[in-house]
């Protein structure tokens, strides 16, 4: 979902409710599971976590610990990334397109809808290849999302890439329950036990198996925006 090759960093909440020895714990699995398979993942260097690779955060409030250590280390990767993403030179015109995509106020576009917004900017001549850089450039340093490697994804423009993580999580959840005996994901659940389908929705997180009726009702929001069908 992000730029490919960009820094990232690794953010984890609840730190006031570990002890120093849980969080070398969470970091010693980090370092096995991710570090070694994605080098563009940003070290903590702030003082008594250096080493880690990521950043353990108290998000109760503005004053705990954590959050400059995430700002200054934001800085720094901005300031020291190889990729220069921020430094590339794109046409004027590309940003005034991009623009004019947010001024519709809507996180999703069909792409025909797209290509007449970048007709006023772009004309007629190349709309089609220039529009296509255009949603590649974006994609590439994750402001949007277009997929080109499917013909059905190929028609959507998403400009608000939680609008996408959303609807993936409908249906890919995590259905276990915490400590609290509440569960962790309650969206899905409660839209299903609304619509009396508390046994598809159990088959659902138990077998991975989902049926029409239920997407019909996870997917209720999307129904508007008419790209149910783009999804299956």
Known sequence: MHAEG?????????????????????NEVL?????????????????????????????????????NDIKLAIDHAVRTDGEKYIERKVPIMWRQVYDAFRKTEKQVLNLDSA??????????????????????FFHEIGILIHFKD??????????EPQWLVDAISCIICDGRVRSDG???????????????MEREYDELMNTGRVSRRLLDVLWGDYQKEQVKPVFL
Do not use: W
């Open 115 to 136: 290509q007449k917004i970048a007709q006023e900017f772009l004309g007629e001549e190349s709309l089609d290849a220039n529009v296509k850089s255009i949603l590649a």
């Open 182 to 196: 509440k569960p962790l994901h309650t969206e899905a659940r409660t839209k299903a036990a609304y619509a009396k």
């Open 31 to 67: 370092k096995s599971r991710v570090r070694h398979h994605y080098s563009n993942v940003c070290m903590n260097n702030s003082q008594g976590l250096r080493g880690y690779v990521f950043f353990p955060l108290s998000n109760k409030h503005s004053t705990q610990p954590g959050l």
């Open 150 to 159: 499917s013909t059905e994804l190929q028609k959507l423009v998403i400009l």
């Open 6 to 26: 960009a820094p990232v960093l690794l953010v984890g909440t609840c730190r006031d409710q570990l002890k120093p020895n849980q969080l070398d714990e969470v």
